[in-house]
């Protein structure tokens, strides 16, 4: 099955090649961040109604320097010419944050080049930020002989104006490969003809063929004008005149210079997400590096494009990312593009997949990556963690767009013993909140007939409207999350998070929307 993985694709990578020491991966594409110091944010609606650009950092483009000497000791166990490099640069004057993401990226692109097969292929996506530094990195791990592009995406778009430098207007792409056996079909993402090319193919046969002729035109042939050409007699005369057919031709053979346009505010692919990368990019990578079938790995996948595209070519395809919710973002686009049946086409790991894993994440006191109140919430709920303390109350909420006004939906989480007195206090903070509904989470064990009776005492919410009943406050178990069994709430759509603005380029703030 295809995988998606929640975590540090450095720990995924490292088990991903004990299993596979030999390389299983046809092609990688990645598209890490850019050391540009900028923070990504998730817009969503304030409970509050009074800010409506509540924001929840999704991830920060900023490295450690704190870090880096460590990984820099680890490089040198397995790859000293990339440790050599790394601690010559710390020895100049470059920043430490550079060194520290040079030397981030170094050791994952390593695991990743023993994660291909020998035919495999590699792209890397960045901008001049750091492109010339890891183009050294990547000519250290993957040997400068399996250099084969600097490929240069130019962005069809009308940028922010400069008036103190040229306008920044495209990416770097760079293109190895693991060897010299390599997979590439440049017939299949060949380019078009131009116009010009196009009107030398003036003649038409009977079929109505374009054609254009090649050769010495002999006195006395039956071509009497460019109207009446003789096919048939052309065709026996191949070294005199040779007959060029429009239709046989694949195109031109494709060039390092991409003009395709980025996602505008008008694209029915975009999602929202700043770093987001048109289909059509990816589609031309993809078709031209692997073959139906073959695994297509994306280690930092975003919003995922790269593994939309694979899955609607055809590949199989293994997506990593550090957000849980960039995870939760791609399952939805995956389902919304290829319908629900897809979700049982794919595995998700790093999340907890039975009760124990569930007991054993609600039970941790170290800090980890995802806490269980997040993973409930935001993962299990789609709904918004409350990370203001001036609101107690309430672990979460949801909205929903009804046809007269938003309404919210309070959520508390339990990691451990629930109690009446807790639903009690909770169905206080829902009323004092003008919340229309609640969901109390906790474990199924620590349910009691108390705790429902109080529950059911709260009636229902708009049972007139749509002749169904929603009750009011709605006691939820994780294990019925974890068999997929959802809230019953109204049938309208949940927003809680909205659509992206316009990136802020004066603050480096970039925002995006789940």
């Not at 508390?412 to 903070?429: C, D, P, R, Y």
Request: contains cysteine; neutral net charge.
């Amino acid at each position: 099955m295809n995988k998606l993985y929640f975590g540090d694709n450095l720990e995924i990578m490292k088990e991903l090649l004990k299993q596979y020491p030999n390389g299983f991966i046809d092609l990688i594409y990645i598209d890490p961040p850019f050391n540009s110091k900028r923070n990504y944010n998730v817009l969503y609606e304030s409970i509050d109604m009074e800010d409506t650009k509540a924001q929840k950092q999704a991830f920060a483009d900023t490295w450690s320097n704190v870090s880096y000497l460590d990984t820099i000791e680890e490089i040198k166990d397995i790859d000293m010419n990339l440790s050599n490099f790394l601690e010559a640069l710390d020895k100049i004057n470059i920043s430490k944050g550079a060194i520290s993401y040079l030397a981030t990226m170094g050791i994952r692109i390593w695991y990743m080049q023993k994660l291909m097969k020998d035919t495999g292929s590699f792209y890397l996506h960045c901008d001049p930020t750091m492109s010339h530094y890891l183009k050294i990195v990547c000519d250290l791990i993957f040997n400068e002989k399996n250099f084969k592009n600097e490929i240069v995406w130019c962005k069809n778009t009308t940028m922010y104006q400069s008036k103190t430098r040229f306008v920044p207007q495209h990416d770097i792409i760079f293109f190895y490969t693991k060897n010299e056996n390599y997979y590439y079909n440049w017939e299949v993402v060949a380019e078009p003809f131009s116009e010009v090319t196009i009107k030398k193919y003036k003649y038409s046969d009977s079929k109505g063929r374009k054609f254009r002729l090649h050769g010495r035109n002999i006195k006395g042939s039956p071509i009497k004008n460019k109207t009446d050409i003789n096919i048939k007699w052309l065709e026996k005369e191949p070294d005199l005149v040779r007959v060029d057919y429009l239709d046989k031709k694949i195109g031109i053979k494709p060039k390092d210079f991409w003009n395709l346009d980025i996602l505008n505010q008008a694209s029915h692919e975009r999602l929202g997400y700043p770093t987001q990368k048109p289909e059509a990019l990816l589609k031309k990578i993809i078709e031209a590096s692997s073959n139906k079938g073959d695994v297509v790995a994306d280690f930092f996948c975003g919003c995922g494009t790269a593994i939309s595209v694979a899955q609607k070519l055809k590949r199989k395809w293994v997506g990593v990312d550090i957000s849980h919710l960039a995870v939760k973002l791609i399952t939805k686009r995956l389902m919304d593009a290829y319908g629900t049946g897809v979700r049982k086409t794919f595995e998700i790991f790093g999340f907890p997949r039975d009760i124990a894993s569930a007991r054993e994440l609600a039970t941790a006191t170290r800090k980890g990556r995802l806490k269980f109140e997040e993973w409930i919430i935001e993962v299990m709920l789609h709904g918004v963690l409350n990370e203001n303390k001036n609101q107690p109350g309430f672990d979460g909420y949801l909205t929903l767009d009804m046809p007269w006004k938003k309404e919210f939906v309070l959520i508390e989480v339990k990691s451990g013993n629930a109690s009446l007195q807790q639903v009690n206090h909770f169905i206080q903070t829902i009323k004092d909140r003008e919340a229309v509904m609640g969901l109390f989470v906790c474990f199924a064990g620590q349910v009691t007939d108390g705790m429902k009776q109080a529950a059911k005492k709260e009636g229902y919410y708009l049972e007139q409207n749509f002749g169904r009943k929603f009750e009011k406050l709605q006691i939820i178990t994780v294990e019925d999350l974890l068999e997929n069994k959802l809230p019953n709430l109204p049938p309208a759509e949940n927003i809680t998070f909205k659509k992206a603005a316009t990136a802020k380029e004066e603050n480096h703030e970039v925002e995006l929307d789940l």
